[in-house]
Each structure stands twice: as structure tokens, then as C-alpha cells.
């Protein structure tokens, strides 16, 4: 739905990648690129994971390395808060992608 609308509005520039480590997120931020975190309560992220795969191991998932380098940025950067209903994160993202086209970015 939204990368159709981003299509049909003529913009061809849109990456969607899953940085988290935080060189990598220093690099694109100096490079000029626009990083949105999508966040969710370690406890929700937790129980969908437990659900999805049967047994997820809460020490593994929340203290590996590459989750901890960019949570500590989840007050600074833009941020989509995917704790809740799917049909809320979707209009997030929609309001953030007309921020960054409103800016002549993207």
C-alpha cells in the first residue's frame, strides 16, 4: 500500500534496510539518509517471537549485541511503535513517508 503510493507519486529512491549496529547507523546518518527505528517493548517482542517459533529464549533475544547497540537510541531517532495493533504501526509509517516527501526527501 505505501510503497505503491511512493511508486505513483514518482519517488524512486526509498531504502528500507535492517541496520543495528550503530557504525552502521553513524554511516547513513552522516550520508544523509533518513533512520526510523521500528520499536516494541521488549515483552511484546518477546511473547510474538515465543509465539511465532514455539520457545524463544528471553536472554538470547533481548541482551544479544545487536539489539542492545541501537535501543538505546529509541528517544532520539524517528520511531515507529509497533507494540500495538499492526493497523497503528501502518498509519505510523504512512505519516512519517508524507513527512519525508513533504520535505523533498525520499
Known sequence: ??????????HDKVVITDTRKILEYGYLLESGFENVMVYCKPEVA????????????????????????LRPLVNV?????NTYDWEDTKKEIDCIIAKLVGNGEG
Open 1 to 10: 500500500h505505501t510503497l505503491k503510493r511512493i511508486a505513483d507519486d514518482g
Open 46 to 69: 518477546l511473547e510474538r517471537l515465543t509465539e511465532r517459533d514455539g520457545d524463544a529464549k528471553e536472554d538470547t533475544v533481548m541482551n544479544s549485541s545487536l539489539e542492545n547497540q
Open 77 to 81: 531517532m524517528t520511531t515507529i511503535d
